[in-house]
């Protein structure tokens, strides 16, 4: 609450207009500074906003036409020990629904959500059951559930550390990634689940750069956000041979970063060679940290994904603004032109693909308005098959499995926590 403002307690009962019986679940919306309650099963409600002329009240339920107060001088007056009564009376209100279509799309249907907690993030245990990262108040007492499709909690434990997000590896793990270090999830016969400890440092350098694997081989990465260059490996296991897939290279953008060297002062470009000659690392490289380049505005961080489309490994190298293909053994089969990543507004080019975890179909991701569109990837052509657009605004966490979008999202102005969601994803195909 603002320090120089008084404050001021409302209080009341709200009951229905026809026959005065009071309503449960009554939100009650303050807009400045926000503030939001739900009225309990006597239609009582109470909450603690400033006292300020002009202050905007209103309450909503569904059935019932909105009600919406606004703080008077004379209603101020009636205040007594900075306490101000408020009954409200609402009007029933019929809802007209609108006539249903078989062709018509259908809205998001609710997968798992809970009043009583959020849910962060989630994963596929099998079609019937998944798992939850969920919180009350923080991501620091966050707990993973196991729970079905009809809402049941089968079992739950307690992320010791910190949680941030769930990670599925190469090898089909669910691992909690929290801060500096990572959990994996083991779920039982008896479906009780336990957390194990992994050895951080090992799992960042060993699993995270894998991406998955195809004929017995593992498929990995160079990577690094603080580098415009990049490769793609495979590696066998049997006889440990590893084989340079392909380059991955933003050819401007490296030329700036390159050129941070150059621009260096002498006496901060001899401290680079001589890091250069203690580390072994390229001394262009160690000039652009020492400038802070890759943290700039200038420098934006690679986005060139790597999928496994049943025996095809697809590589979208949208700096070259192709998609390779190649076959299980590491050979080009062929390339098609792409450029979905080059809408008319930048901007909209969410910088992100998604594959279906059954169908293996692909999904380029872009942003208009806060809502988020996915285009449908011909992988034999590069070209954009047909778009769909998510019903709820700044969805998160989206996940794609049998032509079903699924994301957690949380109703914009609404005290409902996050809630998980699904919808049927329904083309409207290019022409």
């Excluded at 190649?326 to 992100?352: L, T, V």
Aim: proline fraction near 4%.
């Amino acid at each position: 609450m603002h320090a120089q403002e008084k404050c001021l307690f409302i209080r009341g009962q709200i009951t229905a207009a026809q026959d005065g019986k009071p309503l449960e679940g009554v939100q009650v919306v303050v807009k400045t500074p926000p503030t939001a309650i739900l009225s309990g099963k006597n239609g009582k409600y109470g909450l603690t906003t400033i006292r300020k002329t002009g202050l905007e009240i209103s309450y909503r339920s569904f059935g019932y036409a909105t009600v919406v107060k606004i703080l008077t001088p004379q209603l101020l007056a009636q205040c007594i020990n900075d306490t101000l009564v408020l009954n409200i009376k609402m009007e029933q209100q019929s809802v007209i629904l609108p006539e249903a279509s078989i062709l018509a799309k259908s809205g998001p249907d609710t997968v798992i959500g809970n009043w009583k907690f959020f849910i962060e993030d989630y994963a596929f245990v099998n079609d019937s059951q998944l798992l939850l990262l969920t919180y009350e108040k923080s991501l620091k007492a966050a707990r993973i559930m196991l729970a079905t499709r009809q809402q049941k909690i089968i079992d739950a434990v307690a992320v010791p550390i910190e949680a941030r997000e769930l990670y599925l590896d190469y090898q089909g793990h669910v691992n909690v990634m929290c801060k500096d270090s990572a959990f994996r999830i083991h779920v039982f016969a008896d479906m009780h689940i336990q957390l194990m400890a992994l050895p951080y440092t090992d799992f960042c350098e060993r699993v995270l750069p894998c991406i998955d694997t195809l004929g017995g081989k593992i498929l990995f990465s160079n990577y690094h956000k603080a580098y415009p260059a990049f490769s793609y490996f495979t590696y066998n296991p049997r006889d440990t041979t590893v084989f340079k897939l392909r380059t991955i290279v933003d050819g401007p953008l490296l030329a700036q970063y390159n050129w941070e060297f150059d621009y260096l002062k002498p006496k901060d470009r001899l401290y680079a060679r001589k890091m250069a000659l203690e580390t072994g690392i390229d001394e262009r490289i160690i000039a652009a940290t020492i400038t802070g380049f890759p943290q700039s505005q200038y420098y934006t961080p690679l986005y060139a994904p790597m999928f496994v489309v049943h025996d095809t490994i697809c590589v979208f190298d949208h700096c070259a603004d192709k998609l390779f293909r190649y076959n299980r053994n590491g050979q080009a089969i062929d390339s098609s032109a792409i450029k979905y990543h080059h809408p008319k507004n930048w901007k909209e080019w969410s910088r992100k693909m998604i594959q279906d975890e059954h169908t293996g179909e692909l999904y380029a991701l872009h942003d208009r308005g806060g809502f988020t569109y996915l285009k449908k990837i011909d992988l034999n052509t590069g070209n954009v098959i047909g778009t769909f657009k998510i019903s709820s605004i700044y969805a998160k966490h989206i996940h794609i499995r049998d032509g079903v979008v699924y994301y957690i999202h949380r109703p914009y102005e609404s005290i409902q926590t996050k809630f998980l969601y699904s919808e049927r994803i329904v083309l409207d195909l290019e022409d």
